[in-house]
């Protein structure tokens, strides 16, 4: 069983770059397709971007495409999201996902493993 963990959060200012990452402890990521997603107060959880186990599928939420980047590292066994341009409706608590069959999913209900989240605040 694999335990995602997110770091990297913080307060910025609109405009502001933040780097996500996503490491597992208990065992290996590169296995398993990983998925990037949000919940903000008082609104539902909103998919991201997800990437396969391999690295070579991946696909983005409209609300992110051009601003948000999603890789990984199987050496390093993380998967980071790189957020630029952030915007103050950018914030919410950010979540990274791992799902066994290693294919990438913008469902949230197909993803197995769950972090406890990293919280990204934006300020106008």
């Known amino acids: ?3 995602p963990v997110e770091s990297g959060g913080g307060l910025v200012q609109a ?3 933040l780097r996500l990452s996503c490491a597992a402890s208990g065992r290996t990521l590169s296995s398993y397709a990983v998925g990037w997603f949000r919940q903000a107060p008082g609104k539902d959880r909103e998919f991201l971007a997800a990437i396969s186990s391999i690295g070579l599928s991946i696909n983005y939420a409209d609300s992110v495409k051009g601003r948000f980047t999603i890789s990984r590292d199987n050496a390093k066994n993380t998967v980071s999201l ?3 341009s952030l915007k103050p409706e950018d914030t919410a608590v950010y979540y990274c996902a791992a799902r066994h069959t290693g294919v990438r999913s913008i469902k ?4 197995d493993y769950w972090g406890q989240g990293t919280q990204v ?3 106008s």
């Not at 949230?108 to 993803?111: A, L, T």
Request: net charge negative.
């Open 82 to 84: 790189e957020m630029n």
């Open 15 to 17: 405009g502001d770059s």
């Open 121 to 123: 605040t934006v300020s």
């Open 1 to 3: 069983q694999v335990q």
């Open 108 to 111: 949230d209900e197909r993803y």
